[in-house]
Nanobody, 118 residues
Framework: QVQLVESGGGLVQAGGSLRLSCVAS????????MGWFRQASGKERDIVAA????????QYVDSVKGRFTISRDNAKNTVYLQMNSLEPEDTAVYYC???????????WGQGTQVTVSS
């Protein structure tokens, strides 16, 4: 089992920045990819960015390219999401998730609220 704990959310003005962190604890040797998802009020949960533990695979949704950066620190079992030039449309609960190489997203954090005011 793997536990994921997010932190770093908050209230920020448009154009501002936040850095989200996701610390993974526990052990599951099949875990290969970490991702950040977000869910705005009344909408579905969508992927924002993903990265594998080797760093050779990184993916972003088009709406955040050039503004958000996903990274990881293997020594700390932590994945980060640096969010710059935030827009009100980025307001959502952000979730960290983990999956194997070719599996569904198996583990989820509890979420952290990001609110961007205009």
């Amino acid at each position: 089992q793997v536990q994921l704990v997010e932190s770093g959310g908050g209230l920020v003005q448009a154009g501002g920045s936040l850095r989200l962190s996701c610390v993974a604890s526990g052990r599951d040797s099949s875990i290969y990819v970490m991702g950040w998802f977000r869910q705005a009020s009344g909408k579905e949960r969508d992927i924002v960015a993903a990265i594998n533990w080797g760093g050779g695979y990184i993916q972003y949704v088009d709406s955040v390219k050039g503004r958000f950066t996903i990274s990881r620190d293997n020594a700390k079992n932590t994945v980060y999401l640096q969010m710059n030039s935030l827009e009100p449309e980025d307001t959502a609960v952000y979730y960290c998730a983990a999956r194997g190489r070719a599996s569904d997203w198996r583990y989820w954090g509890q979420g952290t609220q990001v609110t961007v005011s205009s």
